[in-house]
């Protein structure tokens, strides 16, 4: 298609922007049911006790109360994300965890009285000693949270590639610092919600805000221990997701429980309190990092060492923290590496993806202590990035493939298009910093087994429009736009000829969902090979109707040409109705993507190419800071990202937006206050993210390196936008400054007090 | 509270509750020309009042020149708080129809939004201001090297 692409590359609204615009598009909170209860659930007060009974008698008096449930009205199966210890339950029935933890839900006529309801629950509590930081809980004699894991370690891993100890040896300096990651929470607009209902035979039929309906389904299947088919998952439109939707929360399984229980559908939607206290964190971590480096700024060896504060529950703790060591083993070109992780229990909420994979935190502690180096080397923290970046064709010590690799020019595209020379140079308290980003440009084979394929199906209707289904979800990101864009394009029809369903499990096709930057290139590839089945069916009849070969047609704009004659001979509408009405040959196709060019990492070394593609880029931050107040003002943002080819331009700046705006509340603004397992920060009044009058001007540009197996050339965008934000920020502070923050949020309070320090030396 | 009768007794769902404290202004409501959170105000203290919500921007079946330049921006992602932002807008509009960039930063400091980054949705008012033609949105010269 190349020069000829009609609608790829161009700057296309999200086609479901219409709904939202005029309020008619329905979110959770919107779907009402007839009869439907409403439901609360009572949580643990205490961060870790004994639950010794539960007494439900007076609630249940109350009018209006329809149903209560404690564990004993579950089956008491214990879930997990990830195939290692599942050890949540939807009701704890002996002891709770962490303040918030999911004791008793009841439902009612309404959500007041089933509130009061809830507060009429009278559960006795033996409060037991409880351990919130992850180093702590390591010790010996430490409190424990379960008896069979001692010192509170849920997974213990370290993973070794080259020789490390030849790597130090080649080093001319070694650099070892420490750094720590808070726990922040997703902030979607619209909070964790869902509505279950039972027909007259049981089936269930469960409306969530997931970002993932067939994992709901297969998780909701072991729970309540349904075959899947009985279980149908639908999303209404979601309100943001940023991968903290993907898994279920306790409050699907409760909602269905509730709803066998009474009878009746059952909404359960989280209060926003609820949404920072009892939803999952992007995992805090405490990350020491040691890299050797020769004079001229090549890295010989790097190690690092990470603590992940699991929270009170298995769910990714180890996956996500395998991620953060990868991306900091792959980041740049490093020939020996090795790094050691524990995942450890503490009385706290527990943690789950959240835009990245341990990317976030990996990328803060590598890209300060790049700059670090560099300060220290006297060398400009562009060069040695340039010096160490992944290059086209590498393999890494650990396995990764680089296909299309646009690393150095995002690096030099984001200094150039800032003044990055003249204004490394400035004096006063301006600064300015720069940052990379290594992720993946199209999901993962997964690091505990998991794969990696979607679906998409079509069919052409005789006016030659097309309905086309497929199995990811469609968050806010555009997912189903660029689906559609796919689709019109490979066809040669309109975009307005098409329509994309996704998110209903009785409906759309098998896929993975929405996860990992993969929508685009692994959906993405489903969609064109679905197109391009439907085109060879439809050229094939319309070789027939004209007495020509296959290979001889072209198909553009909804018309169908003789390759290199300017005039169409018959449009796509004809062909579909000879070959639909006429012929009894429907033009439906369906196709499954799963990369060829990849395999899971190797069991015991976790050597293996398990990404197949990789995205690049670099952020440049520019700041100013107020030494009076420790106030950090970003002044600009220079974003630059290889995403392979820009198949929608209006999408992707969107991405980078708000990925930028969610990196500059990480570097500066966000953290859940934890104080002995309590959240003293429960709202927006008091957790804050950006909002409009922070929000610097933001310079975006993209590299096209044009993906060999991406969709178009294409590939992921989602999560690196906001991998790079905050370390170029706390390396912009450290230019500005001369005092560098390794422990975010860089809040005025670490700057001033960093200030005062460096004045004391 | 209002926001419940909004939504629930007038089946209205185009307002939306995203916190129920007056933090987020998702239930941003027009009431007698101002913006306010509808999540903070009793329903009987509105007893006479005119009300604006999204389902009334538009009229005569063709969309408010906010919605159309939301849409053609890119100012919508998941658009949960669009409803919300997008009335705030309209009463700031209406009373400063000539802002400047800050203006409309400050007039949007009580919605907050966690995917776009506000930065389109900042551009979408300007041009609803400027009169822009918002299909100008769409022809902007797209920030793209090859590698």
Redesign the interface.
Known sequence: MGEDASVI??????I????????????L??THLPGMLYGKVLRSPHPHARILRIDTKRAAQLPGVKAIITADDTTKIKFCHLPITPNKMVLEDDRVRFVGEEVAAVAAIDEEIAREATELIQVDYEPLPAVFDPEEAMKIGAPQLYEDCPNNIASHFTRQFGDIEKGWREADQIFEDRFTCPPVV??????HGCVASYDASGNLSIWTTTQNPYNTQKALSGILKMPMHHIRVLNT??????GNKSVILPMEPIAAFLSQKAQKPVKLVN??WEEFIATRTRYAMVISLKTGIKKDGSITAREARVVTNNGAHNNKGPGITLLTCNRIGNLYRIPNSRTEAWVVYTNNQYGDALRGWGGPQAHFAVESQMDIMADALNMDPLEIRLKNANQPGDTTAWGWKMT?C?FS?CLQ?AAKSCQWPLKRTQKGFRGIGIASVIHTGGGSMGTHGGGNFSEVSLKMNIDATVSVLTGDSE????SDTIIAQIVAEELGIPLGNVKVTSRDTDVTPVSMGTWGSRVTFIGGNAARMAAAEALRKLFLVASKMLEVTEGDLAARNGKIYIKNSPNPVLTVAQVAFESIVKRGQTITSKATYFPPNTSPPDLKTGYGNYCPTYAFGAHVAEVEVDVETGKVKVLQITAVH?IGR?LN???L??Q???????GIGYALLEKLQWKDGFTLNP???TYK?????E?P??Q???????DPHGPFGAKGIGEPTTIPTAPAIANAIAHAIGVRIKDLPITPDKILQALKEKERK | MLVDLI?QDLG??????????G??G?CTIILDGSAVKSCLILAVEVDGSEIL???G??SGGK?HPL??A???Y?A????????GM?MSAKAFLDQCPKPTE?E???A??G????????????EAILAVAQKENPLS????E??????
Do not use: H, W
């Not at chain 1, 439109?237 to 940023?242: K, P, T």
């Not at chain 1, 968050?475 to 555009?478: E, S």
């Open positions: 590359g161009k700057r296309i609204p999200k479901d922007s219409i709904y939202l615009a005029t309020g008619e598009a329905k979110f909170d919107d997703a902030c979607t607009m619209e909070p439109f979601v309100g943001g997701a940023y209060e926003r299309s646009g020019e595209e968050i806010g990101q555009g290889d820009a331009p209006l999408l700046e969107g980078v937006d708000g990925g930028v705006a969610m709202s927006f009044c993210i950006v909002n409009a009058p929000m001007p933001i975006t540009m993209f590299i096209e390196t044009i | 939504r209205l769902t185009g307002t939306k509750k995203g916190c129920g404290t933090d987020c998702s919500t999204i389902e921007l538009q969309l919605q159309e939301f849409i053609q890119g919508i992602q998941c658009g949960f708080c669009s409803p997008m800050e409309v930063k400050m949007l400091s919605n907050l939004c966690r995917c776009t980054g506000y930065r389109k949705i900042i949105a769409l022809t902007k797209s920030p793209s090297k090859k590698g």
